[in-house]
């Protein structure tokens, strides 16, 4: 079946702009993770939803990014007035994970957003 | 989630077989561990995940120590395609369900 899709795969915008990054997470994933990764590092949770329960944002580096998810399904992360340090590779995650059944669950990733900010 | 700690690298030769370990001295009774691998340029996927007893998959084999304060992921016979970063994280159950991405080990395989 289909897996995470992301788009754009490429984004090169100006230092100043706003960006929007989408995330198509697997029919029927009630969970949805936001991260981004830096050149050579591990990768950074900024935000997670989960059902129709208020997102977790406690990732989010700065009140320029912010995400919202709709109806369940497609998920967009905003950047707004980029800046250079927001250069990274943003990756959606989802999953089906349930409340009290998240331990065991996988994460299926999508191909990730590479983000450069002139 | 409890902290994990693996080596920044590894190197193997193809076709052999390759240990991966990762410490979770920390880890609570009912944090399952949980592998992920990331290729080059791509997004992590998920290998292969279990609470106490050792785990066989089509891709790789997960030993768990006694004390569960360690494991191991073990790839069999490493090829080229298995060249990545390799994650071990641990997943509460119960709590948090934002896993913690670490640095990974930096497979590297040679022909």
């Known amino acids: 079946g289909a897996g995470v899709s992301q788009s754009p795969s490429n984004k090169v915008t100006e230092k100043g702009k706003d960006v929007e990054l989408r995330c198509d997470p697997i029919?029927?994933?009630?969970?949805l993770y936001w991260y981004r990764q830096s050149l050579g590092q591990g990768l950074e949770f900024l935000i997670y939803f989960q059902g129709n329960s208020a997102p977790d944002k406690s990732g989010l580096p700065s009140d320029r990014f912010s995400a919202e998810r709709t109806g369940g399904s497609v998920s967009t992360l905003t950047i707004q007035r980029t800046q250079q340090e927001d250069s990274a590779v943003y990756l959606c995650?989802?999953?089906?994970?349930?409340?009290?059944?998240?331990?065991?669950?996988?994460?299926?990733f999508g191909p990730g957003t590479r983000l450069t900010v002139l | 989630d409890a902290k994990t700690t693996q080596p920044n690298s590894m190197e193997s030769n193809e076709e052999e077989p390759v240990h991966l370990p990762c410490n979770h001295s920390t880890i609570s009774g009912t944090d399952y561990i949980h592998w992920y691998r990331q290729l080059p340029s791509q997004g992590p996927e998920y290998v292969i995940h279990g609470l106490t007893s050792n785990v066989n998959n089509r891709m790789a084999s997960l030993a768990i120590a006694e004390d569960r304060k360690s494991s191991t992921l073990i790839l069999h016979r490493a090829t080229l395609r298995d060249a990545a970063v390799y994650y071990c994280?641990?997943?509460?159950?119960?709590?948090?369900?934002?896993?913690?991405f670490g640095r990974g080990t930096s497979l590297i395989v040679h022909p």
């Open positions: 029919s029927g994933h009630t969970a």
């Open positions: 994280i641990l997943r509460a159950s119960g709590g948090s369900y934002i896993p913690t």
């Open positions: 995650a989802s999953s089906s994970s349930r409340v009290g059944l998240a331990a065991g669950d996988t994460q299926y």
